[in-house]
């Protein structure tokens, strides 16, 4: 079996043909050889008998009178007959009368002859009386009588040499005739099995991918058309290669230009981000300073709503940026701990002054048993689901009261589920356009967009983030009677215990108690800002304009923490840190980033630095105070 199915196609087509050609020969050959030695045989039977019969007539007189001689004359002109090996006459008594016989064949004749005999018998002639006419007419039947018989010897040798030669020229013309159909079969596999070869190295040369080799037409036959079909494959697919690289060439230069056009929007958002949350950080600071300053009523009220215009703007580069990460799929969350309590009654306590101003009643409601609770998360993104979602609640109220609840339930000992449900009494979503609130760019009604404002990036992006986190934000609404969004998040427990941070909601201006920090900002307007808040907390203030004078200074000088700037002339706040952390006693001195950049990559970038902490650009005083107390004790 296995010996088959290594034999190729020429080998096959070869025993094919060989095959029924020398079955079929060998029976001709064998045929005709028995009918012809059979043919030979009965001639000489009937020669030998047709001797004997012929003798045996001319010897009867010699057989009556007793004449020896006159046989033994007849029986050797009868010796000359070829292949007579003997004769021999014997009488009614089988006595022999006579006996001649060739030279030297005595001493074989019982393995070498073949005997016939024929009976000598008496012949009676009847004779008939034409003359006379007579009624008494002689009716006695003749009668023979036996008298002997005679004996011919034939020789085999004949035979032998004609049964010989028989045999040979069988064999030759079957050997003739096998070298023919041999040669005629080699011929007919060769012009079978090269074609089929050539088809083989056709195919495998196109398997690897080389088309330009044309197969030879041989003939008309399947053969032919099947070579004109792989031709005609090899051209589709040569065309085909060509298609495909030539649409992968151009898809590749359509991905180098759009990563071109990727990396140009991420500088470019990075550069927007940078030049607009450094003059924003500049007037939102000095709007927090202006606050802490004397003034009139009208002169609050104007301040409060630059604060709050300022606040939405930030709010909207801050979805615009989160966006564009959430489609790069570049936005990573944090995994720190927090006080989930404080973190939900400062959302709320943000908006207390937007909802007097607007005769709305924001209730927060808290249950006891979550003022100690510490989890692990990125309170940043839930801070920025709950703003979102009391930002829209007191938006699109008029009248009436905004609730934000917050629940939870421990899932194991390692692990809470939180919940957060922030109902309103506003003008309610249709239920046909509930789920199209979560989509980018899309509200409502297109008249919402003119009336109450706002980009369309909030709830998704909000709902994004849940997800991320591993929860989810559902939303329930009637129109006209107002709506309830539920957020539902797991959080690790850190601990049951007191907050972390105890501090973060104290708003004294003594916490500094006169320890001295560095300053590094090279813009004069966000030094000013920043300076006074820092004095407004009770800190000593020293100022570095570029990344050198901070080396110096911190070489120079003893401070409890250091705010640096990332984008510095002269050395960037990377590698002034860096520089600062190689200096005697400054390895564990608390280094802040206070950058506008705030791309994804930009935290991570200051933290292998060797910063401890990062605040992006505008920050309000009390984000300065909270990292402050995070890091001075």
């Not at 991918?209 to 032919?224: A, F, H, R, W």
């Not at 140009?264 to 940078?274: E, G, Q, R, V």
């Not at 109450?452 to 909030?458: A, E, I, K």
């Amino acid at each position: 079996m296995n010996l088959r199915r290594r034999w190729d196609i020429n080998t096959r087509t070869q025993l094919i043909s060989l095959g029924p050609a020398l079955l079929l020969t060998l029976l001709l050959i064998s045929f005709f050889t028995f009918v012809r030695i059979q043919d030979l045989r009965q001639e000489i039977t009937h020669t030998g008998q047709l001797i004997a019969n012929q003798l045996a007539p001319a010897t009867e007189y010699g057989v009556i009178s007793g004449n020896s001689e006159v046989l033994e004359t007849l029986l050797k002109a009868t010796l000359t007959t070829p292949n007579v090996s003997f004769l021999e006459i014997q009488d009614s008594a089988n006595r022999v009368l006579v006996y001649v016989e060739q030279p030297n064949e005595h001493h074989n004749r019982a393995q070498q002859l073949e005997v016939f005999q024929a009976p000598i018998r008496l012949q009676r002639i009847a004779l008939h009386n034409d003359f006379f006419q007579s009624s008494k007419t002689a009716t006695a039947a003749p009668t023979e009588d036996y008298l002997g018989r005679v004996i011919v010897g034939l020789s085999n040798d004949a035979f032998s040499r004609r049964q010989q030669e028989i045999v040979l020229k069988a064999a030759i013309l079957a050997l003739f005739a096998l070298l023919f159909t041999f040669l005629v079969a080699r011929r007919l596999a060769g012009s079978l099995s090269q074609p089929i070869r050539d088809i083989g190295n056709a195919v495998k040369a196109i398997q690897a991918g080389d088309y330009k080799t044309p197969l030879p037409i041989v003939d008309d036959t399947e053969l032919g058309a099947l070579s004109q079909h792989i031709n005609n494959l090899a051209s589709g697919l040569e065309q085909a290669s060509r298609e495909q690289h030539q649409a992968m060439a151009q898809l590749i230069q359509t991905r180098e230009e759009a990563e071109k056009a990727n990396n140009a929007k991420s500088d470019f958002l990075a550069m927007m981000s940078h030049e607009l949350r450094t003059p924003m950080n500049g007037v939102l600071g000095m709007l927090q300073l202006l606050e802490t300053t004397d003034m009139t009523e009208e002169q609050v009220e104007y301040a409060a709503l630059a604060s709050e215009s300022t606040e939405h703007l930030l709010k909207v580069i801050n979805d615009i940026l989160d966006f564009s990460r959430i489609e790069r799929s570049e936005l990573e969350l944090e995994h720190i701990p927090f006080n989930l309590a404080d973190l939900i009654g400062s959302c709320a306590q943000s908006f207390q002054h937007s909802a007097a101003q607007r005769g709305l009643d924001l209730q927060l409601m808290i249950p006891d048993d979550m003022r100690g609770l510490q989890v692990k998360g990125d309170p940043t993104r839930i801070r920025q689901i709950l703003v979102n979602l009391v930002g829209n609640a007191l938006k699109f109220t008029e009248q009436g009261r905004v609730t934000l609840e917050a629940q939870w339930q421990s899932l194991d000992h390692e692990l809470l589920w939180f919940t957060c449900t922030v109902r309103d009494s506003g003008i309610g979503i249709p239920a046909e356009s509930l789920e199209l609130m979560f989509n980018a760019f899309q509200q409502a009604d297109s008249s919402i967009s003119r009336r109450y404002g706002g980009t369309g990036l909030g709830l998704p992006i909000a709902r994004t983030l849940a997800e991320r986190m591993g929860g989810t934000l559902r939303a329930q609404s009637e129109e006209g009677r107002g709506s309830v969004f539920t957020l539902e998040i797991p959080l690790a427990l850190h601990q049951q215990t007191q907050p972390l941070l105890p501090h973060r909601t104290q708003t004294g201006d003594s916490d500094g108690e006169g320890r001295n920090v560095l300053l590094v900002e090279d813009n004069p307007v966000n030094q000013t800002v920043i300076e006074a808040m820092l004095r407004s907390l009770g800190f000593k203030v020293s100022v570095a304009a570029d990344g050198a004078q901070a080396v110096r200074s911190a070489e120079s000088l003893i401070f409890e923490a250091i705010l640096m700037d990332c984008r510095l002339p002269v050395i960037d706040g990377y590698e002034a840190t860096r520089q600062i952390r190689q200096l005697p006693g400054c390895t564990d001195l608390p280094i802040i980033a206070l950058t506008a950049n705030a791309l994804q990559g930009d935290r991570e970038a200051c933290l292998s630095a060797g910063m401890n902490d990062y605040l992006a650009k505008p920050f309000k005083r009390t984000d300065l105070q909270q990292i402050l107390q995070r890091w001075v004790q």
